[in-house]
């Protein structure tokens, strides 16, 4: 993707202006003088990406996998990509970034497709690990997909909503996940086994040809974000806030009572032990975390497009894209809700001309075809999902996923291709 100079300026004017209103006269050099940081590191790290190139690998399923979604979740460990330069001349001169990935469920006129995007220089990595745990599958290096929809030309007939996703709590709680579901088990038959991802798979095959429906998982091996309490600048994990959490959880349920002293006088008392006392939902909450705190932790943004030619849209498949993700909610621990959308909730006052949803619209479609959120130049704020989770978000389904769009391998590839690394 090429770099966009003019968005680049754009974004560069309305940093200096705000802090030119938002500063007194005395601190405004200590804040110009950072927001020039900040410009700085976005343009050399804007440059750094422009100059990496990514391709995109179809992922093709055959008729029967008998693996857990655990499959994915080793074969995530691929993405888990912590280097981000070792000096800082390579971090804040050449704006080397910490690499991060796409992972796509799409569906292109009701055929769906597993997608991953990646740096070219990753791609073997991951077909490697993808071909060690799914070795019936088959990978192949495809043209992205979202060149071939002509949103915002002149003339294109086509329109569009989408929206972001984020956790409805704190990263710390844990969404449903397919151990909820009983998948980890082997001796369970494809019958009996209830995968919440064909529900999301049954409702992509299920939109007319003149529609589509994008949703991008984006990872990236997770940083240090958050501040240490009573620390101005140490930074911390989601692991030590799930710490936190399981700390607080087990205080809430212990308590201390008085009890009379067998033959004791009158008034004398002791202390019982402390008890743990808790609900089976907090239980399950702490076990959750704590099998959480053993797994990998990826940054994460969610962001999902449903398209199509303006007069074929099924405004019926808004709350339907809204939905693929309700099945890993839980009321006592964590799940998604939307963050930002392409609509307002009060057009006639808010938007009584149609101009910022026409901006919003493009700035999706420009965002979801730049993989763009962790870095320049749509940042965004992460949220962290364990590797079990977002195996449980994406996986590929057994034969439990009878989807009749759905497009299957006939034969299975006996083992991977000679001469990937291992």
Request: hydrophobic content about 40%; proline content about 6%.
């Amino acid at each position: 993707m090429a770099f966009d100079f003019a968005l680049f300026v754009n974004q560069s004017l309305g940093y200096l202006i705000k802090t030119i209103f938002a500063t007194s006269v005395f601190w405004a050099p200590v804040v110009l003088g950072y927001v020039l940081i900040h410009l700085h590191l976005y343009y050399i790290r804007a440059r750094y990406i422009n100059n990496q190139k990514f391709v995109v690998l179809e992922v093709k399923i055959p008729k029967e996998i008998q693996k857990t979604p655990q499959a994915m979740e080793i074969a995530l460990g691929a993405m888990y990509q912590t280097w981000d330069g070792d000096n800082i001349i390579r971090r804040w001169l050449w704006g080397q970034l910490r690499s991060w990935f796409s992972l796509e469920l799409v569906s292109i006129g009701g055929q769906v497709h597993f997608y991953i995007w990646t740096q070219k220089f990753f791609q073997n990595i991951v077909e490697a690990q993808i071909y060690a745990q799914y070795p019936e599958v088959e990978i192949v290096e495809v043209e992205d997909y979202t060149r071939q929809v002509p949103y915002g030309l002149p003339g294109s007939a086509w329109d569009l909503w989408a929206c972001d996703f984020k956790l409805a709590k704190e990263d710390a709680y844990p969404i449903k996940t397919y151990v909820d579901y009983g998948l980890d088990k082997l001796d369970v038959t494809e019958e009996a086994k209830s995968d919440p991802l064909t529900a999301t798979l049954e409702f992509l095959g299920s939109i007319g040809p003149n529609e589509q429906i994008w949703i991008q998982i984006l990872v990236m091996a997770n940083k240090k974000r958050f501040r240490e309490k009573g620390s101005l600048f140490k930074k911390v994990g989601w692991k030590k806030n799930s710490e936190e959490l399981i700390e607080e959880l087990m205080k809430r349920g212990k308590y201390a009572k008085q009890l009379k002293q067998p033959g004791g006088a009158v008034g004398e008392e002791v202390t019982r032990p402390m008890l743990t006392i808790l609900s089976p939902g907090e239980r399950r909450v702490i076990e959750n975390v704590e099998r959480n705190l053993g797994k990998l932790g990826f940054d994460c943004g969610i962001r999902a497009i449903y398209l199509g030619q303006e007069d074929k849209m099924n405004r019926f498949n808004i709350p339907g894209t809204i939905g693929v993700l309700r099945q890993y909610n839980s009321a006592d621990m964590n799940g998604f809700k939307t963050r930002r959308r392409t609509a307002f909730l009060y057009p006639f006052w808010q938007d009584p001309h149609g101009r910022r949803t026409a901006r919003l619209k493009a700035a999706f479609f420009d965002a979801y075809r730049r993989r763009s959120y962790f870095y320049p130049p749509y940042v965004r704020t992460p949220f962290v999902l364990s590797a079990e989770e977002l195996a449980t978000i994406y996986h590929f389904p057994g034969g439990v996923a009878a989807t009749p769009t759905f497009p299957k391998i006939e034969s299975k590839r006996g083992e991977p291709p000679v001469g990937l690394p291992v």
